[in-house]
C-alpha cells in the first residue's frame, strides 16, 4: 500500500489554532511530517477529506484490510492524555473505540463513526435526552483510571477564584448567584466522587455507529462524581429548551430525565451541576466579561429553584 510522506494541514485549521501562541505554531508545523510517519507505520491510506474542530484534525483513513477508520490529531496536553486513559478504560462501551495511539504526535487512530449524523440531528429532544442518559449511564459507571484530573482539585481551584469573579460582575444578581454556585460546591466538595467522566458529552459529541447506534467521541475525561457530568447535556441544543416557551420547565424535565436514568441523588447532581456554571462564569470573567451567558444563569436559575 503506497502512503504519503506528508499529509496536507487545511489552512484554515493551521492559522486558526495557530492563534493559540507559539507552541501550537510549532506543532502544526510539524503535522504534515508526523502525520504522514503515522500513516506510514500503520499502513494507512487516505480515504477521504480533512475536517478539523477548534483544536483537532480527523482524517478518515482505510486500515490495510480496507476496515475504516479516522486519524485524529490533538496536540499532546493533558486533556489529550486523559482522553486516551478514558478510551482505553471503556474500551468502546458507550463511546468510540481507540485502535491506536501515537504519542508523539498526539494522534489517535479511532473506529470510524458517520459524522454526517450527529445527535444533534435528532428532533425530540426527549429521545436525544435519553440518548445521552443512557449513554452516561454506562460512562460513568467505570471507575476512574489513575492518571486523571480530579474533581476534587477542580472544585478547589473554582472556590478560590469565585471571589475575584464576584467582584468583576457588574449585576449584583449574577454576582449572588455566582455565590450561590459556589455554596453548592462547598457542600459537596469533601465527596467529590471517583467514577470516570466524559466532561463534554453533548449533542454533537454523540455520533451514530454500525457497532452501537450512538457512541460518546472527544471525551476530556476526570475522576468525579457523576453530577459534574450532566451539564452539557443540560445546555446543549439551548434554542429547544427556549422554543419550548418555559424555560424552567424544559431544564428540569431533562435534569430529572437524566437523573432518574443515572440513579443520581438529585440534590447532589443539581449542586454539581452548579459547580458547571461556577465553572463557565470563571472562565467567562477570565475571559473579560463582566455579565454571565443568559442561558447559565437561566439554568441555575431553574436548579436553585428546583423544591428538594
Known amino acids: 500500500?503506497?502512503?504519503?510522506?506528508?499529509?496536507?494541514v487545511p489552512e484554515a485549521f493551521a492559522i486558526a489554532y495557530g492563534a493559540n501562541g507559539s507552541s501550537a505554531q510549532a506543532w502544526t508545523a510539524e503535522l504534515p511530517r508526523l502525520g504522514g510517519d503515522v500513516l506510514g507505520r500503520w499502513?494507512?491510506?487516505?480515504?477521504?477529506?480533512?475536517?478539523?474542530?477548534?483544536?483537532?484534525?480527523v482524517l478518515p483513513v482505510a486500515q490495510a484490510n480496507g476496515t475504516p477508520a479516522v486519524l485524529k490529531f490533538q496536540q499532546p496536553r493533558e486533556e489529550t492524555a486523559g482522553a486516551?486513559?478514558?478510551?482505553?478504560?471503556?474500551?468502546g462501551n458507550g463511546a468510540v473505540r481507540l485502535l491506536d495511539y501515537d504519542e508523539e504526535s498526539g494522534t489517535q487512530l479511532l473506529e470510524r463513526l458517520d459524522?454526517?449524523?450527529?445527535?444533534?440531528?435528532?428532533?425530540?429532544?426527549?429521545?436525544?435526552?435519553?440518548?445521552?442518559?443512557?449513554?452516561?449511564a454506562r460512562l460513568t459507571?467505570?471507575?476512574?483510571?489513575?492518571?486523571?484530573?480530579?474533581?476534587?482539585?477542580?472544585?478547589?481551584?473554582?472556590?478560590?477564584?469565585?471571589p475575584q469573579a464576584v467582584a468583576a460582575l457588574?449585576?449584583?444578581?449574577?454576582?449572588?448567584?455566582?455565590?450561590s454556585c459556589a455554596s453548592a460546591v462547598a457542600e459537596l466538595i469533601g465527596e467529590p466522587g471517583d467514577r470516570l467522566l466524559h466532561?463534554?458529552?453533548?449533542?454533537?459529541?454523540?455520533?451514530?455507529?454500525e457497532r452501537e447506534p450512538w457512541l460518546a467521541i472527544d471525551p476530556e475525561p476526570l475522576a468525579g462524581d457523576p453530577g459534574f457530568d450532566l451539564w452539557p447535556a443540560l445546555d446543549g441544543r439551548w434554542d429547544t429548551v427556549v422554543a419550548s416557551g418555559d424555560v424552567t420547565r424544559a431544564v428540569l424535565r431533562r435534569f430529572d430525565q437524566l437523573t432518574e436514568v443515572l440513579?443520581?441523588?438529585?440534590?447532589?447532581?443539581?449542586?454539581?451541576?452548579?459547580?458547571?456554571?461556577?465553572?463557565?462564569?470563571?472562565?467567562?470573567?477570565?475571559?473579560?466579561?463582566?455579565?454571565?451567558?443568559?442561558?447559565?444563569?437561566?439554568?441555575?436559575?431553574a436548579l436553585l429553584g428546583r423544591p428538594g
Open 1 to 8: 500500500m503506497s502512503t504519503p510522506s506528508r499529509i496536507e
Open 43 to 57: 499502513r494507512l491510506r487516505l480515504d477521504g477529506p480533512a475536517a478539523h474542530g477548534m483544536a483537532s484534525l
Open 84 to 91: 486516551v486513559i478514558g478510551l482505553r478504560a471503556w474500551k
Open 115 to 136: 459524522a454526517t449524523r450527529p445527535l444533534s440531528t435528532i428532533d425530540d429532544d426527549q429521545t436525544a435526552t435519553q440518548v445521552l442518559a443512557e449513554l452516561l
Open 141 to 162: 459507571s467505570a471507575p476512574a483510571p489513575e492518571g486523571l484530573r480530579h474533581l476534587s482539585d477542580i472544585a478547589a481551584a473554582m472556590l478560590d477564584q469565585a
Open 170 to 179: 457588574r449585576d449584583p444578581a449574577e454576582q449572588q448567584l455566582v455565590r
Open 199 to 209: 466532561w463534554d458529552l453533548h449533542h454533537d459529541n454523540v455520533l451514530a455507529g
Open 263 to 301: 440513579g443520581l441523588d438529585r440534590r447532589r447532581a443539581a449542586g454539581w451541576t452548579l459547580g458547571r456554571v461556577l465553572q463557565n462564569a470563571l472562565w467567562d470573567v477570565e475571559d473579560g466579561r463582566a455579565t454571565l451567558d443568559p442561558a447559565q444563569v437561566a439554568l441555575a436559575t
